[in-house]
């Protein structure tokens, strides 16, 4: 969705300013947090002033997850679905069930935060190794944390989030040891049976939002590779076009060139063929002259 732009819209829109803010580099958000604050000063408007001013600039590792965030807004969506899924799960599965969803969070986790890597360094501002794990832990706490997915969701996200102690992903799924046989049943039998058909369906619905996501993933990689393979031909065909160009303007100079050679060497042929004009003509009032004093000459001699 386009951002909207605080002079192009009067400076009424403040949400709009500060979506624009957390989507440029952090290299230019003071300046460009100040510039904006100023314009709603200058109209009057001084609580929006004080709002945007307020807004804290960004980490590297904050922007690139907002960044995730705004060009990715269909995966980002199912991200945050998958965390809902995820964090009902944890409330109610056995640790197998939750050993398997970690793995599939980690996995997922690692793919969206090399897209993310991808994005901005196409932006201009690649991620070191120790931003990049900054990333994963934030996208790790927005699948446990609805507080921490929430504030993602905004596209605002000003540091790295961390996940809470007790996800499973990190902690009860890692150390859960092996499952021990089942004690006597305190409740009745169908009470316990409802409780297991629950969930096992809350496992099935979190294995196959895992799943989905993981393929749909996997497709925006592959769309990835085969986007930057086209870019890397397009660049090539654009570079030999330049070549061409380059070639043809040689030639067009050289074209010239021989054109203003040409021009000059008609200019002094005609300079000369005017020459040669008026030399004809004074050499004609000549032998018109001579011819009459031989005729007069002639005469006189009768």
């Known amino acids: 969705m386009r951002r909207k732009d605080v002079r192009d ?16 580099p952090p290299s230019e958000f003071v300046a460009r947090r100040e510039e904006r604050a100023a314009s709603a000063r200058t109209a009057g408007r001084a609580d929006d002033a004080r709002r945007i001013h307020a ?6 590792a904050a922007w690139a997850a907002n960044l995730l965030r705004r060009s990715r807004p269909d995966e980002a969506e199912r991200f945050l679905e998958l965390g809902r899924a995820l964090r009902e799960a944890h409330a109610t599965l056995d640790p197998d069930g939750l050993r398997e969803l970690s793995a599939q969070r980690r996995r997922i986790v690692s793919e969206l935060s090399r ?32 507080q921490a997915a929430d504030l993602w969701a905004t596209g605002r996200t000003e540091s790295t989030l961390t996940p809470p102690s007790g996800f499973p992903a990190e902690t009860a799924a890692a150390r859960a040891p092996a499952r021990k046989a089942p004690r006597a049943p ?14 096992a369906k809350r496992l099935l619905r979190a294995r196959e939002a895992a799943a989905a996501a993981g393929e749909r993933l996997r497709d925006r990689l592959a769309e990835r590779a085969d986007a930057e393979a086209a870019l890397k031909r397009a660049r090539e065909d654009h570079r030999a076009a330049g070549e061409r160009v380059s070639a043809l303007e040689e030639r067009l100079r050289e074209t010239r060139a021989g054109l ?32 009459g004093e031989a005729e007069r000459a002639e005469r006189d001699a009768r």
């Open 260 to 291: 203003e050679r040409a021009e000059q060497a008609q200019r002094e042929a005609e300079r000369r063929d005017r020459t040669a004009v008026d030399a004809l003509a004074e050499a004609r009032r000549e032998a018109d002259s001579a011819a």
């Open 9 to 24: 819209h009067g400076g009424d829109d403040v949400e709009g300013v500060l979506d624009e803010l957390y989507a440029v």
């Open 186 to 199: 305190s409740a009745p039998a169908r009470k316990k049976d409802q409780l297991a058909e629950q969930r």
């Open 115 to 146: 897209q993310a890597a991808g994005l901005a360094r196409e932006a201009g501002h690649p991620l070191s190794d120790t931003v990049q794990r900054d990333v994963e832990t934030t996208l790790r706490a927005v699948l446990a944390d609805p």
């Open 55 to 60: 807004a804290r600039r960004p980490t590297h």
